[in-house]
Each structure stands twice: as structure tokens, then as C-alpha cells.
């Protein structure tokens, strides 16, 4: 019975491997489809925490009959973000910790990743109920232990991205593509230039209008100097990297500096003129609502880019049975995600109260994420220059 059962699941999944897309929900349960699944079960965590926190007024007589609440306002708004975050963050750990050191697809491990959803469901229900029944002294601990785990989320987010660009150009200028790709790689490249320029203008009109506003000026002209250096450590004769990384780098590093000072507090003299035209009710919601796809997109695609974290490359990509991606890592990047979520809703500062429909707003959310977009560069540098730097050791090592 179990042979055919493997026999099966061992069909089935080749039919899924070498089928389209669209196989991967055709054939059950399995690892591809999963991801998905856990992807949407994160995504219903986050707007539930979105949901407490801007209208928690409405579930108030349910919380009042649960002891951990006191009265249900230790349920609502911030705390009630932060116990919606533990839940989730401890069905991922749940699943982490059950996962970890998955390696064959045929597995009872990748059985239980894959399938068995009925009780996941429980178990995402029953680990969403716990935290409103514990004290909050409990879940105030919780957010300041949330403030780390979310910089370890953002730190494997940059590590992935800078991975997926340095990737893409290894590719382009690999044999089979370097003739074949060279017009739409410097197409590419200046395109991501003239945005980078044409965005760091627009900065300059929007957020800072007048020479009193030098913390902006600030923001806006470190990151063209960023650009700048970023540009010319890639030109440099033994890194050699060319324009696409810089490019695409620079796109990367001009959002986040436009997403740090959009993080300002609405009040802030330097955002009232374009906060008199941008900040309309139907834009801010607009905002938010892309802005939570975005951190669920980007918390997916990160979970399953377990490659460019493994410091030993195995050549075992031609087993059949290998698993598509490491659950393990997959989980704990959710878990993590989690505890970034509840930062993005709160402002990165229990103490900081948010207004309705607006996702990381305050000044500490600017200065994370100016902090994020330092890293990403010296992150990046750090990878064109790394090959080099050891290369010059080893000799000393072999002495």
C-alpha cells in the first residue's frame, strides 16, 4: 500500500515538474501549491492585525470576556497588532521547527509541509487565540524581542534582492547571452539611471522646498552619493560588474529613501505641501494596500530563495527528488515576517499611536529604513569586493 502510494505522489510530482504553472494546482497537495497557501494564510494574519488595529472598537465586547485583555483595550490597536503577530509568528516557528532539514520530496516531513491542511487550520485558529489570553506583560515583551526580528527579516530581504540582481547579471554576461543580450542590458541599465536621477529630482521638489528642511536634503543628496559609489566600485577594473547592478541597485536604494521620508510624520513642515495634494483619503488607501501586498510578495519571494544563503553549493541539482526550496528556511523567513509586519503597523514604536489605513509612519520607521538603505549598499558593496579581498588572503593562509 505505501509503495503505491509512493509511486503515486512520485507521478505526481513529476507531472508538476516538468508540467506548466497551472499543474501546480492541479495534481493536490503538494510543496509547490504549498507556498501559496502559507503565503495566503500570511497575507489573512496581516489584515486581521490591520483590521484590530483601526477598528478593534468593534470586536470590543468580545474581548472583554477574555482575560488577558483587561477589559478589551489591551486587545485593540497596538497590543492587539502584537498578539495577532505572536500567533502568527509561532505557527511559523511550529512549522519551522517541523520542517527544518527537509532534503528528500518524498519525506514524511514534506508530507506534512505539503499537505494536512485541516490541522494547520486548527492550528493557525488556536495559536491566533493564545496570545489574547496571556497578560501583557507577556506581549510587550514580545514587541521589543519584534524589533529584532524584524531587522533579521530585512537583512535576509537585502541579502536575497542584491543576490537576485548580482544573479541577473552574471547571467547577461555569461557566454550564452553576453552578445545576444548586450542592447537590452545597456537599455536596461540607463533606464534604471534615468529613473534613479529623475526620482531624486522629484525629491528634491517634493519633500524639500526650502534649505530648512536639511534632513531631506540630507537623505536625498547621501543617496545620490551612494548611487555614485556604488556606480564606480562596479566600473572598477578588477570588479568589472558594468551598469545593470549599479542600475537596478540604485532603484532599489532611491525607493527606500523615498519610502523613509514618505515615513514622516504627516505633521512634519517639509511633507505639508505635498501632503496637501498626495495625501487624500483614496491615495492613502491605495498606499496601504499595496504597501501590505508588497510586504507579503516580498516575504513569499525571499522564503523561497533559500540558494543564496547556502555558503556550500552541493551540485545536486539534478536529483528528482530533491525539494523545490528549504522549508525550513521558508518557515523561519515567515516567522520573521511576522514580527515585520507588526512593526510596519505600529510605526516601529509600541508607544507611537498610527491613524487609519497607514502603514509605517513615524520617525523611527525613517530611520529604519534610511538604516536599511545604508546596509543594502554596503551589503553590496561588500559582495563585489569580497572574491577579491580573499583571493589576496589565501596565499598568506597557505604559508
Not at 31 to 46: D, E, K, N, T
Not at 107 to 133: N, R
Not at 215 to 237: A, G, K, R
Request: one cysteine or more; glycine letters at 8%; a positive charge.
Amino acid at each position: 500500500m505505501e509503495e503505491g502510494t509512493l509511486d503515486q505522489r512520485t507521478e505526481r510530482y513529476s507531472k508538476i515538474i516538468k508540467g506548466s504553472w497551472c499543474s501546480q494546482f492541479r495534481y493536490g497537495s503538494n510543496p509547490w501549491m504549498a507556498r501559496y497557501v502559507y503565503g495566503f494564510l500570511f497575507l489573512i494574519a496581516s489584515l486581521m492585525a490591520w483590521g484590530i488595529r483601526d477598528y478593534g472598537q468593534i470586536g470590543l465586547t468580545v474581548f472583554k470576556r477574555l482575560n488577558g485583555c483587561e477589559g478589551g483595550v489591551n486587545c485593540m490597536g497596538t497590543e492587539g497588532v502584537l498578539r495577532v503577530s505572536l500567533g502568527c509568528f509561532l505557527f511559523y516557528s511550529a512549522m519551522f521547527f517541523s520542517t527544518i532539514g527537509t532534503s528528500k520530496l518524498y519525506e514524511a516531513k514534506e508530507s506534512w509541509h505539503s499537505g494536512w491542511w485541516s490541522v494547520k487550520l486548527l492550528l493557525m485558529i488556536g495559536f491566533t487565540v493564545i496570545p489574547f489570553l496571556v497578560p501583557s506583560k507577556v506581549i510587550q515583551i514580545y514587541g521589543q524581542i519584534s524589533h529584532f526580528g524584524a531587522g533579521v527579516f530585512l537583512v535576509i530581504q537585502l541579502i536575497s534582492i542584491i543576490s537576485f540582481i548580482t544573479w541577473l547579471n552574471d547571467c547577461c554576461q555569461s557566454e550564452k547571452y553576453a552578445e545576444r543580450c548586450h542592447i537590452q542590458v545597456m537599455l536596461l541599465a540607463t533606464t534604471a539611471y534615468i529613473i534613479c536621477i529623475f526620482g531624486i529630482i522629484l525629491m528634491y521638489i517634493w519633500y524639500a522646498p526650502d534649505s530648512s528642511c536639511m534632513l531631506n536634503i540630507f537623505f536625498i543628496s547621501w543617496t545620490f552619493v551612494l548611487l555614485q559609489l556604488m556606480t564606480s566600485v562596479s566600473l572598477h577594473q578588477k570588479v568589472n560588474a558594468g551598469f545593470l547592478t549599479p542600475g537596478f541597485m540604485g532603484l532599489y536604494v532611491v525607493f527606500l529613501c523615498w519610502s523613509a521620508i514618505r515615513s514622516e510624520p504627516p505633521e512634519e513642515k517639509c511633507l505639508i505641501k505635498s501632503a496637501a495634494v498626495k495625501r487624500k483619503d483614496w491615495l492613502t488607501i491605495i498606499s496601504f494596500v499595496v504597501g501590505v501586498l508588497a510586504m507579503v510578495i516580498a516575504t513569499f519571494s525571499t522564503g523561497i530563495d533559500s540558494k543564496c544563503f547556502q555558503f556550500r553549493k552541493k551540485d545536486t541539482e539534478s536529483e528528482d527528488d530533491k525539494v523545490p526550496y528549504g522549508f525550513g528556511f521558508f518557515h523561519f523567513v515567515f516567522a520573521t515576517g511576522a514580527m515585520y509586519f507588526a512593526m510596519l503597523l505600529i510605526g516601529w514604536n509600541a508607544e507611537h499611536p498610527m491613524q487609519r489605513w497607514t502603514l509605517d509612519i513615524g520617525w523611527t520607521s525613517t530611520w529604519v529604513r534610511i538604516i536599511n538603505e545604508w546596509l543594502a549598499v554596503c551589503l553590496y558593496i561588500w559582495m563585489l569586493l569580497a572574491p577579491f579581498i580573499w583571493k589576496n588572503r589565501q596565499p598568506d593562509d597557505l604559508v
